[in-house]
């Protein structure tokens, strides 16, 4: 099995990033078993938002097999992540 993980670079202060939690929400219920979601609070983890180049937030990166396949930056839309994500698992 592939592993598909999204990573949710976020924070508490940001209110993109609240109105993209449920979305996110909504996705994992349904994909869940096939799709790891992770979110991380841009505050709390420097090094890794530094690592993967987070200049705004929220900014969502979708990697297969340990390798970055996509981005977004913004509020992302359900039917564009669930797309992306369908073709990948």
Known sequence: MS???VLDFTAT??????????ILEE??????????????D???????AGKYGIHAVPTLIIEKDGAE??????VTSADVL???????I
């Open 69 to 74: 396949v996509k981005r977004y930056t913004g």
């Open 13 to 22: 202060w940001c209110g993109p990033c609240q109105m993209q939690k449920p």
């Open 82 to 88: 669930r797309s992306e994500l369908s073709q990948l």
């Open 42 to 48: 841009v505050d709390q983890n420097n090094a890794l």
């Open 27 to 40: 996705l994992e219920g349904e994909m869940g078993d096939k799709v790891e979601f992770k979110m991380v």
């Open 3 to 5: 592993n598909v993980v």
